[in-house]
């Protein structure tokens, strides 16, 4: 999937180098609700090997398409064939951020996850503290629908997570760009 600033492709774990400092970074676990340390090299690279061929999953990782390099990661996830629904998640290494890649990747995904897969409904949690991920999921076409409310213990203190969600009707209305369409 070609965008103008990304480039979605199958994540092998040839991308493992370049995303060890997503992996790593104590921001991005954050924002994440990643609890726990990294898994070792060896744990990740038999990870990474298992995401192809899966049936009920996509994995792709996200690539600049002006340097070429490998910035984080896109996920379809927990599919739900019977209801024509899954998951998604994102993760951008730290200097990824901030620069529209994440919303392209988004829209991208989506994008095939609505045309291609004939999906009815693609959903994802954010949690209270990462407001920048929350406005990159709106420019997408995210809707808020509820709160989970106190859905993540984080450092002693429980976090929020939004519950979002884009459907086919609004994907085909404004094609991840609601503020145009």
């Not at 996850?113 to 407001?131: C, D, M, Q, T, W």
Request: hydrophobic share 40%; charged share 30%; aromatic share 8%.
């Amino acid at each position: 999937m070609d965008g103008e600033l990304v480039v979605l492709r199958p994540l092998t774990d040839a991308e493992l180098p370049a995303l060890r400092p997503m992996l790593a970074d104590p921001e991005v676990a954050r924002l994440t609700g990643t609890q726990g340390a990294a898994p070792d090299e060896d744990r990740l690279r038999a990870w990474y090997r298992t995401r192809i061929g899966q049936d009920d999953r996509l994995d792709l990782a996200v690539f600049e398409r002006a340097s070429g390099a490998c910035v984080g990661e896109a996920v379809l996830n927990d599919w739900n064939g019977p209801n024509e629904s899954c998951s998604f998640r994102i993760a951008l290494v730290p200097a990824a951020h901030g620069r529209g890649l994440g919303t392209e990747a988004t829209r991208l995904i989506c994008g095939y996850g609505f045309e291609k897969l004939g999906l009815h409904r693609i959903s994802l949690e954010v949690y209270a503290f990462n407001p920048r991920a929350r406005r990159a999921y709106e420019k997408a076409g995210f809707v808020a629908e509820g709160v989970l409310r106190d859905a993540l213990l984080w450092e002693g203190e429980w976090v929020d997570a939004e519950v979002m969600s884009i459907l086919a009707p609004e994907w085909e209305r404004h094609r991840g760009r609601p503020s145009e369409g």
